[in-house]
């Protein structure tokens, strides 16, 4: 049965944990997976978290199913967060949402759930994107394009490329956009440029498909969610995958939802019925633990409080350690202007190093990166920074 099964390439990404796995050298820095760690290397466990396991645990609550679609609670707060608590679009219950596997479990269930309602649809994701987001789609049975998006030179968005682009897919094509915190160049589009998005998505009516993994990593929980809330006042049906594995540091729980914005109460009614058995033909229901203590959270103003101070505390540690890699990279003789590094958002910067640079990266220093050249900044501390730094000096000699 299994004697012509051929080897199956590493994971681009998670591949690279079981590498640095293996790795025997004491002094390895793991700078590819998107995982916040502390300025003492580890990843935290929040206080916010740890005070609503305290109750849950306390509380010895039994374990049943959960809905198919989830904790009610937990959607609901989930909403509040991306859409806003005032919004309209749920006050008329235009929205449906389900808890999900963390960000790629929502992206799972929405492109199954739209291989169904639109069999013959191309789907477009940003050059470059994350790398499972073209597997992920393309495991759903869509054949996955790509719109243009970054521009190396500027080290910003190719606005004009995109536009194209994007007016050049077939009508009703599905595009896959990075809320914020683009994932992997750390570039996003200003306001201007996201209402041009939009007027040339409403024009061909294409559907957006909205990742946002990374929500309070740039600004603020209500900024970064600027672009969903543009796209829920532009009145076009829409898609959005969350995930609060790196706002909660929760990576193992896997706890995400699935969002989509219908046009009535009544097609939010059947969307949600067809959500549900793709759910239910896939893992039934999901698990309770994460979804009840980030409801929990969320659902109590002093968790919530501490909770923000938290997560505005890894934005800021993630923004000195940006700054700090620019300084250390002058340190060590890099001429050229690494000050891009700077204006990047969220966890990862674009570094701009190749493939053959990263090579070196890992097998002279033990520096494991990303082969497109995004390092996560968030994995930076005040001792290992001057080490990157000058690995990374020695491989663009
Ligand atoms: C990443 O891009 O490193 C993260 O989103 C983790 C993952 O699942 O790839």
Not at 79 to 88: C, E, M, R, T
Not at 124 to 131: D, G, K, L, V
Not at 287 to 308: C, F, I, K, Y
Request: contains cysteine; proline residues 4%.
């Amino acid at each position: 049965l299994f004697s012509a099964v051929e080897m199956a390439p590493r994971d681009p990404i998670l591949g690279l944990n079981e590498a640095f796995n293996a790795d025997t050298r004491t002094t390895k820095v793991n700078l590819g997976v998107g995982v916040y760690f502390t300025d003492e290397g580890r990843i935290p466990l929040l206080r916010a978290v740890q005070e609503a396991e305290k109750a849950r645990l306390a509380a010895a609550t039994p374990r049943g199913y959960l809905p198919i679609d989830g904790l009610a609670a937990y959607n609901t707060a989930v909403q509040a967060l991306l859409f806003g608590s005032n919004a309209d679009l749920l006050a008329s219950k235009r929205v449906v949402t389900t808890q999900a596997l963390g960000g790629t479990g929502a992206l799972k269930v929405g492109a199954d759930y739209l291989k169904r309602l639109l069999p013959d649809a191309k789907v477009a994701i940003s050059n470059p994107s994350w790398e499972n987001h073209r597997a992920l789609f393309e495991s759903s049975g869509f054949p996955v394009e790509t719109y243009a998006y970054y521009d190396a030179e500027s080290h910003g968005v190719n606005i004009a490329g995109m536009l194209d682009s994007l007016r050049a897919l077939p009508p009703r094509s599905i595009i896959v956009l990075h809320a914020c915190c683009h994932n992997p160049t750390g570039v996003d589009l200003s306001v201007e440029q996201w209402q041009q998005v939009l007027a040339v998505l409403a024009e061909r009516e294409h559907v957006p498909f909205l990742d946002i993994a990374y929500q309070g990593f740039a600004d603020s929980i209500d900024e970064d969610a600027t672009a969903v809330r543009l796209f829920a006042a532009s009145g076009l049906p829409f898609f959005v995958a969350s995930s609060f594995s790196k706002s909660f540091s929760l990576y193992g729980e896997r706890v995400g939802a699935l969002s989509i914005v219908t046009g009535s109460a009544d097609e939010a009614a059947r969307v949600l019925s067809q959500v549900k058995r793709v759910i239910r033909t896939n893992y039934s229901n999901p698990p309770t633990h994460g979804a009840a203590v980030v409801s929990a959270v969320l659902n109590s103003a002093e968790l919530r409080a501490l909770w923000e101070q938290e997560l505005g505390e890894m934005r800021e540690r993630i923004r000195l350690m940006r700054t700090t890699l620019v300084e250390q990279l002058a340190v060590a003789g890099v001429e050229g202007d690494f000050s891009f590094v700077n204006r990047q958002r969220g966890m990862f910067s674009y570094s701009g190093l190749n493939a053959a640079q990263v090579e070196r990266l890992k097998s002279e220093y033990g520096i494991y990166a990303v082969s497109t050249g995004r390092i996560c900044v968030a994995a930076l501390n005040s001792r290992n920074v001057a080490v990157v730094a000058n690995a990374i000096a020695q491989v663009l000699r």
